[in-house]
């Protein structure tokens, strides 16, 4: 996942470090820039397991990469929609396996599946589409497999993220119920001893 917010006059990006190592496994179609982001580069994460990227050119790099999910785009969907776009994307991937693993020929219907997938490099697709060596359509299928494991990889944890919210709220409904009924049983004694 990716957050992309403003540090007083300028952009500052984090991008999770599991992202980074999707990206580095698929590098031939990544910016190599990116990698040369100085906390990429010593390994320094902060808590919460993100690089912080300072560089004008990668923030903007990864704000258009579309299948490192935008932290603030996934926290604000309920949980229900993001239990469906994972249900799609999970499909989503196992359609690329099932096709990129038999021996059916690249066809005009693949290449239509593969600009349809909203969260896929579509420069990744067009360099598989004029590829002609077995070595570098096997890279670009692997390529589109990751971006797609990638963004639901965010996905998958955004709603454990959001289930885990939800369990403390009722947690926290469940403790100030008790408490409530506490303070009537309280008041109910206190005038039946009056």
Do not use: H
């Not at 007083?8 to 820039?33: H, Q």
């Not at 598989?128 to 963004?151: D, G, H, M, N, T």
Request: contains cysteine; glycine residues 2%.
């Amino acid at each position: 996942m990716k957050i992309i917010k403003s540090d007083g006059n300028r952009l500052i990006a984090y991008v999770k470090k599991r992202d980074v190592e999707i990206l580095f496994s698929m590098k031939e179609f990544i910016n190599p820039n990116l990698f040369k982001e100085k906390s990429i580069l010593s390994g320094t994460v902060n808590s919460k397991g993100y690089y912080r990227i300072k560089d004008p050119e990668n923030i903007k790099y990864l704000k258009q990469l579309s299948y490192v999910a935008d932290y603030d785009t996934l926290f604000d969907m309920d949980i229900f929609s993001l239990n469906s776009l994972e249900g799609n994307m999970s499909f989503t991937l196992q359609k690329l396996i099932l096709l990129f693993n038999s021996d059916e020929e690249l066809s005009s219907d693949i290449f239509s599946f593969l600009n349809s997938i909203s969260c896929i490099d579509k420069s990744v697709v067009t360099f598989l589409e004029k590829s002609k060596l077995p070595q570098e359509q096997e890279r670009a299928k692997f390529a589109l497999k990751q971006q797609v494991r990638c963004y639901n990889y965010s996905i998958r944890e955004m709603v454990f993220k959001k289930n885990k919210i939800e369990e403390e709220k009722r947690e926290e409904e469940e403790k100030e119920k008790k408490l409530t009924v506490k303070k009537v049983f309280r008041k109910i004694k206190g005038k039946l001893k009056n």
